[in-house]
């Protein structure tokens, strides 16, 4: 039994050294013990491209609000998105990611979108890494800023903004380009 003991009571001894208190709700970390090195800025530049209209759209309405409740602007409606990001304005350009996620009209007076959003990047050193966009998005300003609230792979802790501009809008089809540049604090 004294032989079984030994052993047992080091697994335990180990155990407790290497993850002190299992009750415990915080403890402090060192950025060296996570892999941390230094902090970068970077800057990403991308379209993309909101389809709503045709036979393979990337944007699709999943709520919207009773007939009585409608306003002018399209309050309470709610859409579905896996919009391409790609390095130009053309649908043909190259793509680098796909923006996922989905925005809804939160706005009765004008038109501002909630947009709750995940960059997922595809292309290059950041293919698997994602960034995710929470904010309002008063599509009638020339310029947008949405804060970048997190990120995952290469942007692990990731915080900043992005800018969005109206590349082209068809009022028609409803189907648009935005131009994006996102600034991201990252290790």
């Known amino acids: 039994m004294s032989k079984l003991c030994s052993p047992l009571f080091l697994l335990v001894l180990l155990s407790i050294l290497t993850y002190g208190n299992c009750n415990e709700f915080s ?5 060296k013990a996570m892999g941390l090195k230094r902090e970068k800025l970077s800057h990403l530049h991308f ?3 909101d389809i ?3 036979k393979n759209p990337t944007a699709v309405k999943i709520a919207e609000a ?3 409740n409608r306003s002018a602007t399209g ?5 579905m998105i896996d919009d391409p990001l790609t390095v130009g304005p053309e649908a043909n350009s190259k793509i680098v990611g796909r923006a996922q996620g989905m925005y809804a009209q939160a706005s009765i007076n004008d038109i501002g979108l909630l947009m709750v ?3 997922v990047f595809v292309e290059g050193k950041y293919n698997g890494s994602s960034l ?4 309002r998005n008063s599509v009638m300003s020339i310029v947008r800023e949405m804060p970048n609230v997190g990120g995952s792979g290469l942007f692990r802790f990731g915080r900043g903004y992005v800018q969005a501009k109206t590349h ?3 009022f028609k089809t409803g189907d648009a380009v935005v131009e994006y540049n996102v600034y991201v604090f990252h290790y």
């Open 27 to 31: 403890r402090k970390l060192s950025k």
């Open 47 to 49: 379209f993309f491209h």
């Open 52 to 54: 709503v209209s045709g």
């Open 66 to 68: 009773a007939v009585t």
């Open 75 to 79: 309050f309470g409606l709610m859409a």
């Open 117 to 119: 959003l995940n960059f």
């Open 132 to 135: 995710s966009v929470l904010g």
């Open 168 to 170: 082209t809008l068809d």
